[in-house]
T-cell receptor, first 113, second 110 residues
Framework: DAGVIQSPRHEVTEMGQEVTLRCKPI?????LFWYRQTMMRGLELLIY????????DSGMPEDRFSAKMPNASFSTLKIQPSEPRDSAVYFC???????????FGQGTRLTVV | GIQVEQSPPDLILQEGANSTLRCNFS?????LQWFHQNPWGQLINLFY???GTKQNGRLSATTVATERYSLLYISSSQTTDSGVYFC????????????FGKGTKLSVIP
């Protein structure tokens, strides 16, 4: 398997623009996570899906953030409108189910100017 | 939520030296993973080790769940071992997310 695949790897956008990050989990994995990494706060969970259903989005910072998982092989994280403080590395991860090993994608480095 | 503390925060080693990284956690866990974040930012799985001991080449890890800590051993360190090592745990009761420690930044110098 190719592992968790994220796109784009890098994104530079202007404040106020919409940003969409994409993730393809490992085939057969039922759990999908979006994390954000910043220097100040480290790695934080944004949202967790199980069997394509959002289970907990309490980590989503604001209404400007939304995530979807229309099928088992694809998820998106959208920021609209983007702000400079959203600049971070966004990771997608998947696991077979709860309490099993999680695998991370290579991340998307987002810069909002 | 669960607290995860890693030590030391920074470590500088001469190539060939051995080291031990520690992870303490504040509650019972049913998932513990060690990751290496390389200089390109990629999070690489090292061990899935909620309990017991595992070895993979020059690396080994031990988790003593009853005492709420885990150790990562690096032997004969190489410059390619440089990066940040994260411990992440999933609390046993009512949680499904990995909570990460702040990491240990390792620099191996030639």
């Amino acid at each position: 398997d190719a592992g968790v695949i994220q796109s784009p790897r890098h994104e530079v956008t202007e404040m106020g623009q919409e940003v969409t990050l994409r993730c393809k989990p490992i085939s057969g994995h039922n759990s999908l996570f979006w994390y954000r990494q910043t220097m100040m706060r480290g790695l934080e969970l944004l949202i967790y899906f199980n069997n394509n259903v959002p289970i907990d989005d309490s980590g989503m910072p604001e209404d400007r953030f939304s995530a979807k998982m229309p099928n088992a092989s694809f998820s998106t994280l959208k920021i609209q409108p983007s702000e400079p403080r959203d600049s971070a590395v966004y990771f997608c991860a998947s696991s077979q189910r709860r309490n099993t090993e999680a695998f991370f994608g290579q991340g998307t480095r987002l810069t909002v100017v | 939520g669960i607290q995860v503390e890693q030590s030391p925060p920074d470590l500088i080693l001469q190539e060939g030296a051995n080291s031990t990284l520690r992870c303490n956690f504040s509650d019972s866990v049913n998932n513990l993973q060690w990751f290496h974040q390389n200089p390109w930012g990629q999070l690489i799985n090292l061990f899935y080790i909620p309990s017991g001991t595992k070895q993979n080449g020059r690396l080994s890890a031990t988790t003593v769940a009853t005492e709420r800590y885990s150790l990562l051993y690096i032997s004969s360190s190489q410059t390619t071992d440089s990066g940040v090592y994260f411990c992440a745990v999933e609390r046993k009761a009512g949680s499904y997310q990995l909570t990460f420690g702040k990491g240990t930044k390792l620099s191996v110098i030639p």
